[in-house]
């Protein structure tokens, strides 16, 4: 079985406006939205074989972040350049590519990417808009990365800083 798990990037910060989009670091709120979605996260036990993330600036630090909050080594991230803004077809591709002994993968990237990505793989789930720092989880019974089809996906749970009745708060 294989999870897989996208995460949009934390809320990123517009005070500088020099600074090129790639570059542009978290905003307060971003940075108080990965924690608590890292502690949302370590409080299921979830522990990811990787976390694949752009090398956006707000993505890798969402990346760091989630990663340290699950107490997890920072060996377990990988950037691509290629994440950044990619389309779902592009994402879908490096994820196809994985190693097959990876079971739990973390994609961390950009709208629209994610969430049409969210929505190609689980046509009901229609989604209209991932939010910052938002989660979807998604499981399937494939045994190869490049196996996963809407045959054998499902959504595990879906959640975002806001969400008050979060799948992930049952303590």
């Known amino acids: 079985m294989k999870r897989l798990t996208l995460l949009r990037h934390a809320q990123s910060s517009s005070e500088n406006a020099r600074l090129p989009d790639h570059d542009r670091p978290l905003s307060a709120r971003g940075q108080r939205d990965t924690a608590a979605m890292g502690s949302r996260l370590f409080s299921q036990g979830t522990e990811p074989s990787l976390f694949l993330s752009s090398t956006a600036t707000r993505a890798s630090t969402t990346t760091k972040k989630i990663v340290e909050a699950l107490g997890s080594s920072h060996k377990i991230i990988e950037t ?22 990876i079971s739990d993968l973390f994609i961390v990237g950009h709208n629209p990417g994610l969430t049409d990505l969210a929505n190609h793989l689980l046509p009901d789930f229609c989604l209209d808009n991932l939010p910052t720092t938002g989660i979807v989880a998604i499981e399937s019974t494939a045994q190869k990365w ?26």
């Open 146 to 171: 490049s196996d996963l089809s809407r045959s054998n996906l499902s959504l595990l749970y879906y959640d975002y800083p806001e969400n008050t009745e979060s799948p992930l708060n049952k303590n």
């Open 80 to 101: 691509d350049r290629n994440l950044y803004l990619a389309s779902h077809s592009d994402i879908l591709k490096m994820i196809e590519d994985q190693e097959n002994t």
